[in-house]
Nanobody, 120 residues
């Protein structure tokens, strides 16, 4: 079983910064892509940032220039550095990963979510 554990959420003032972490554990052969999604009250879950094993990234237009996604492959961990936070960034942030556990078995796993609140 592959599990993702997220941390780093909290309450921050507009213009502040937070860094989210997500560590994968379990019997993992390889991880292909990891990403961060968020869901605000009354809204659908949306992609925030995505990073592939080769290092290529994608960002939602709303966070470009403010958020940075990165990976530490040795630790099976993905990070999201969030700067210049805005109230509209308030949401539950979820980590996602996909890859393989054996040569025949693949996985797609979600973390439990971590709350980010941006408020004065």
């Amino acid at each position: 079983q592959v599990q993702l554990v997220e941390s780093g959420g909290g309450l921050v003032q507009p213009g502040g910064s937070l860094r989210l972490s997500c560590a994968a554990s379990g019997s993992i052969f390889s991880i292909n892509a990891m990403g961060w999604y968020r869901q605000a009250p009354g809204k659908q879950r949306e992609l925030v940032a995505h990073i592939r094993s080769g290092g290529s990234t994608n960002y939602a237009d709303s966070v470009k220039g403010r958020f940075t996604i990165s990976r530490d492959n040795a630790k099976n961990t993905v990070y999201l550095q969030m700067n210049s936070l805005k109230p509209e960034d308030t949401a539950v942030y979820y980590c996602n990963a996909d890859g393989t556990v054996t040569s025949r078995s693949s996985f797609v796993t979600w973390g439990q979510g971590t709350q980010v609140t941006v408020s004065s």
